[in-house]
């Protein structure tokens, strides 16, 4: 793997994307640094070095357009006090002015560029674009695994004006490691909890998981289309009807490969989707008309439970429930509490997604688990066994 740990950049100047794409509030505040830390050894191994660093990223989706609500100044604030070092904001992206900064740039200095979707060549992976970024430095260095999955400008296709010289940074050297053993692991049992809402978001990640797991627990929404292609009574739960036929060709793949194959037996039903409906345990192939599953029951969080705890190795993707309700949190939640437990008793524990992130930091358990990936459809790409376009213009 081509990491900056294997080199030093003294007197190079370095132009490095990453992820800074955080939430601000109406005060245009960081309220969330996570993904600014998860920078930090990367830029503070070159800035000691000797390095002048340049850093890029974008903010949220202004579709293209300059837009104060979307620019990294309040970044660069934040950075610089994290870093203990002034960092140099320029509010442009592609100027003469960004190239006289950058020029003038010391070893051991850093600055921030202007949001990169302000430009409308940024998503659309134009190579002028990228040219001209790449003008900027000597060497590239991608540490933004949660826009790998994209050939935008700044993430493939400005590594092509550096054959020699691009290397990942830690972050995604980190993703990249932990991926693959959670990918090729040889440790078992081997438990995959995957839920959410829809069964068409994670039919890949399924069957690409269907050699390598001993366990599947399916959870969530998607577990209703599995329930209802079994023939099962699922009242107003939702399901999609087409992949009916889809779900029971899983089930049958899960079955010849001796998968043991974890559904909910038992529901929370409520009769709206609301914290405030009325709602009770059912069997989860007996629903009432009017009622919806909303969350696992606790026979079903007892059998998912046990099979984690067993387990050497666990990945995690999707939510059990609606979890955002604290009504129907409970499933989630303590299959978040199982996934840490297993962690504790020595098991590699993986967990990626969105909504499962934010459960795991909902109920402060990040920091008990092997790792937590930053990269929501990164991660599922990287799952579903797809070449992601911004590991791949490295390794080239």
Request: charged letters at 25%; glycine letters at 10%; a negative charge.
């Amino acid at each position: 793997m081509k990491s900056i740990k294997q080199i030093s950049l003294k007197d190079k100047t370095v132009i490095v994307r990453v992820d800074f794409n955080v939430p601000l509030n109406d005060n245009q505040e960081v309220t969330d640094n996570t993904r600014i830390i998860g920078a930090l050894p990367t830029i503070k191994k070159l800035v000691s070095d000797g390095a002048a660093v340049i850093l890029m990223s974008h903010l949220g989706r202004p579709k293209g357009e300059k837009n104060v609500k979307f620019s990294l100044q309040p970044v660069a604030k934040e950075l610089s006090t994290l870093l203990g070092m002034p960092v140099k904001f320029v509010p442009e992206v592609l100027s003469a002015g960004v190239k006289k900064t950058a020029s003038e740039l010391e070893s051991g200095e850093v600055m921030l560029l202007e949001n990169l979707r302000f430009c409308p060549g940024e998503t659309k992976g134009d190579e002028d674009m990228a040219k001209e970024l790449a003008s900027l430095a000597d060497v590239y260095v991608n540490d933004a695994f949660g826009t790998a999955h994209r050939r935008h400008a700044s993430t493939a296709v400005i590594a092509e004006y550096f054959p020699n010289d691009k290397y990942f940074g830690f972050l995604m050297e980190h993703e990249i490691v932990n991926l693959e053993r959670a990918l090729n692991t040889k440790e078992n049992p081997y438990t995959a909890v995957i839920g959410g809402a829809k069964v068409s978001s994670k039919i890949d990640i399924i069957r690409n998981l269907i050699p390598k797991v001993d366990n599947m627990i399916i959870g969530g929404g998607m577990s209703f289309t599995f329930i209802k292609a079994m023939g099962g009574q699922i009242g107003g739960s939702l399901y999609e009807e087409d992949k009916l036929e889809l779900a029971r060709e899983i089930l049958n793949e899960m079955i010849l490969a001796g998968v043991n194959i974890y559904l909910p037996t038992d529901v929370v039903a409520a009769d709206a989707f609301s914290n405030d409906a009325n709602s009770k345990i059912v069997d989860s192939n007996n629903i009432p008309e009017g009622w919806m599953g909303l969350d696992i029951g606790p026979d079903s969080l007892k059998r998912f439970a046990t099979a984690v705890k067993d387990s050497r190795m666990v990945l995690w993707n999707g939510p059990m429930g609606v979890f955002e309700m604290d009504k129907f949190s409970k499933g989630t939640k303590g299959v978040a509490i199982a996934v840490a437990a297993a962690s504790t008793s020595g098991a590699f524990t993986a967990i990626g997604g969105g909504d499962s992130v934010a459960a795991i930091n909902k109920y402060d358990l990040g920091d008990m688990l092997s790792y937590v990936s930053t990269g929501g459809g990164a991660m599922l790409e990287y799952l579903e066994g797809k070449t992601l376009p911004g590991i791949a213009a490295i390794n080239e």
